[in-house]
């Protein structure tokens, strides 16, 4: 299934990007604080995430946790909104 804006196809790689970049962020909000994170202007369930992706010891369960937390946030409202976020 291709996803469209404004009658135009949005390319594989674009998507890639916009995934990476979610990643990213995913990454900086891991790396705050217990308290930071509860601050956020985020749904519990996904404070929560954050807040139990802080307890996984191996580096494979912990990326692999924060590709899930990044595809859950995957919209254009919250890349804009998480940007902001991560740059206070």
Do not use: G, P, W, Y
């Given at each position: 299934m291709?996803?469209?804006t404004?009658?135009?196809?949005?390319?594989?790689?674009?998507?890639?990007?916009?995934a990476?970049?979610?990643?990213?962020?995913?990454?900086?909000?891991?790396?705050?604080?217990?308290?930071?994170?509860?601050?956020?202007?985020?749904?519990?369930?996904?404070?929560?995430?954050?807040?139990?992706?802080?307890?996984?010891?191996?580096?494979?369960?912990?990326e692999?946790?924060?590709?899930?937390?990044?595809?859950?946030?995957?919209?254009?409202e919250?890349?804009?909104?998480?940007?902001?976020?991560?740059?206070?």
């Amino acid at each position: 299934m291709v996803e469209t804006t404004d009658d135009h196809e949005i390319s594989k790689t674009a998507k890639k990007k916009i995934a990476q970049e979610f990643f990213q962020i995913t990454k900086k909000i891991s790396k705050m604080t217990a308290k930071q994170i509860e601050k956020l202007d985020l749904d519990d369930e996904i404070k929560r995430e954050f807040l139990l992706v802080k307890n996984i010891k191996s580096f494979s369960a912990h990326e692999r946790q924060l590709k899930f937390i990044a595809k859950r946030l995957r919209d254009e409202e919250n890349l804009e909104r998480l940007k902001k976020i991560i740059k206070n």
